[in-house]
């Protein structure tokens, strides 16, 4: 994965949303549910991210097997 900003769009529509719920209603603090949301969201994606990273790096970290000189292929 790289650090492209459409993995980010989950958490930036539930801010969004949350403005625009902040803007609308009366009780202004209704939109702090969906602050929350892409507070949480936001981690999520960043636990996604890492444990990818981390995936690829143990991947890249295994030794290579060696092919046997003389043998058929």
Do not use: H
Not at 47 to 58: C, H, N, V
């Amino acid at each position: 994965m790289n650090s492209d900003w459409r993995i980010w769009r989950p958490a930036i529509w539930l801010v969004m949303l949350g403005i625009a719920v902040m803007l609308l209603f009366s009780p202004w603090y209704l939109g702090a549910i969906f602050f929350g949301a892409a507070i949480g969201s936001a981690i999520r994606i960043q636990q996604r991210r890492r444990r990818a990273l981390a995936a690829a790096a143990a991947v890249k970290r295994q030794p290579q097997r060696r092919r046997r000189s003389g043998g058929k292929r």
